[in-house]
């Protein structure tokens, strides 16, 4: 059995215990201490390499080491680190190259300027475990897919008013557990999760407050991230080693193309820089990149990784 350390951390609670079982997979967790109560962000360890913040960056977060590696883009020579998280799980980036990292089990989303080593923001997200995120291009309103609650199990979708305050808080009645989130161009928001087993997708249109669920032609078994690519809706199957392309029409998602990440290992978040896709190979403890939409062969790997789950890119500006 392949042991991961992502979504079903949810062995923190004895009601969750049910999805790691559907899944097959025993996910290690971290203590109750650290699940609880956790210091402000200790930047010891965290490092920057000069002239770091004039180049293009891609992030990655790599949980068991609870760092966030940085690289330069695209040549993926090592620039830096971000120390000190507990679970350190998502990653998006707003327009301005602020990168965002939820850190699940500390139950705070850091905000670092594109370069920097001490966070400008934290926010707060009580009582859940923030995984997956993404910034509406049009409002720099902030989505955090909450996976869970600790302690009374299913998660939801918090969204905080221009990355500030305290979050509005939605939920849908097809999804338990949330996983990732991305919004379109004109600021559509879809997330995806599970319930029961089942893989789900809900799109929370723009300016709406209520959750409509979104029936896909393609069965995904293990939702990955989601990504606007520009053109369509990108939803990734990480058991499957591929990236599907959705148009959305209503309450509907037809597949109107699939992209395959050979050579990939558990590839569970990725980031669509235009032609290029970038995805974490969790079991393959490395960052590849593909050419995006076409897949096939990676053309690039990052290797030396412990276990990576995200990745994003900062533009430097």
Same mark, same amino acid.
């Given at each position: ?122 926010? #707060? %997200? ?13 409002? *720099? @309103? !902030?989505? =955090?897919?909450? +996976? ?22 939605? #939920? %849908? ?13 004109? *600021? @559509? !928001?879809? =997330?995806?999760? +599970? ?123």
């Amino acid at each position: 059995m392949r042991t991961i350390v992502v979504v079903r951390m949810l062995s923190l609670c004895a009601s969750l215990c049910a999805l790691a079982a559907c899944n097959s997979r025993a996910l290690p967790s971290l203590g109750p201490d650290e699940s609880a109560e956790t210091p402000a962000f200790d930047r010891h360890g965290s490092w920057m390499g000069s002239g770091s913040a004039g180049k293009d960056l891609l992030y990655v977060s790599d949980v068991r080491t609870r760092e966030v590696k940085i690289y330069s883009y695209p040549s993926g020579a090592p620039q830096g680190m971000l120390a000190g998280f507990s679970e350190p799980w998502g990653l998006c980036v707003d327009r301005a190259g602020n990168v965002f990292v939820t850190d699940l089990t500390a139950m705070r989303i850091f905000e670092f300027a594109h370069g920097a080593t001490k966070p400008s923001a934290i926010l #707060k %997200d009580p009582g859940e475990q923030p995984g997956g995120c993404a910034v509406d291009p049009t409002t *720099g @309103n !902030l989505a =955090v897919a909450n +996976v869970s609650t600790p302690y009374s199990g299913g998660g939801d979708l918090a969204i905080y008013r221009h990355a500030r305050g305290k979050p509005r808080m939605h #939920k %849908d009645r097809s999804i338990l557990y949330y996983e990732f989130c991305g919004y379109d161009s004109l *600021g @559509n !928001l879809y =997330v995806d999760g +599970v319930k029961g087993g089942a893989v789900a997708l809900a799109e929370l249109p723009h300016g709406h407050t209520s959750l409509t669920n979104i029936a896909l032609d393609q069965s995904i078994r293990f939702a990955g991230a989601v990504q606007w690519d520009g053109s369509a809706l990108a939803l990734g199957d990480y058991e499957s080693n591929a990236i599907y392309r959705f148009k959305i029409t209503g309450s509907r998602g037809t597949k109107i193309g699939e992209t395959h990440l050979k050579g990939a290992s558990f590839p569970i978040g990725f980031w669509i820089a235009g032609s290029t896709v970038i995805a974490a190979n969790n079991d393959g403890h490395s960052v590849m990149y593909w050419k995006y939409p076409a897949g096939g062969p990676h053309t690039k790997a990052i290797v030396g990784l412990d276990s990576p789950l995200n990745a994003a890119v900062s533009l430097r500006k």
